[in-house]
């Protein structure tokens, strides 16, 4: 299963560190998992970065802090080109979608979103300037036996608790534990 988040960029010029996980940028907040449930991975996506001073879009690291983090800080790279293309597009790579995963904190919260740059190219500002808002998708699983099923997608009545559930002919749909 899957949710997506608005990441609102309250700091969107600020100027970077060299340093995970750098100067605050943004904040989304979580809402628990279902109890058992996991995340399998995330991704971030802020679109329409202002690259500044000739700096490149694979140098932006970003990191999270906060309730809703756990873990020891680590920082991800969502761009590889090395050249300064406007507007540039951060998402994180795929290889990092785990191991950004495994830094959301399942009990929810407030998480703040930090920036930092491998390499500092225009020194009194920031290099890249981001847009108001981002989001953050997150996969994640919950127990097979919190899944009950209905005979509508909409109202109806529960035929059957669990999975794997075998419906024997009759049309049902899952229903998964509240989350958000
Ligand atoms: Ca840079
Ligand atoms: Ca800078």
């Not at 009990?107 to 009194?124: F, P, R």
């Amino acid at each position: 299963m899957s949710a997506t988040y608005t990441i609102t960029f309250t700091n969107q010029a600020n100027d970077e560190t060299t340093v995970c996980p750098g100067v605050a940028l943004g904040t989304f907040t979580l809402p628990a998992l279902p109890t058992g449930g996991a995340y399998i991975g995330a991704n971030i996506t802020a679109n329409g970065i202002v690259l500044n001073g000739g700096t490149y879009g694979s140098e932006i690291r970003l990191g999270l802090t906060g309730a809703g983090s756990t873990g020891a800080v680590a920082c991800y790279q969502g761009i590889t080109t090395t050249s300064s293309p406007n507007p540039a597009n951060y998402i994180t790579l795929a290889a990092d979608s785990a191991g950004l995963a495994s830094k959301l904190n399942p009990a929810g919260g407030a998480v703040t979103l930090n920036y930092n740059e491998s390499y500092n190219d225009n020194t009194l500002a920031q290099d890249a300037t981001f847009p108001a808002t981002g989001t953050i998708t997150v996969t994640y699983t919950v127990p097979p036996s919190t899944i009950t099923w209905w005979d509508a997608a909409s109202g109806g009545t529960m035929v059957g608790t669990g999975s794997p559930f075998d419906p024997v002919g009759t049309t049902v749909v899952p229903e998964y534990p509240d989350f958000g």
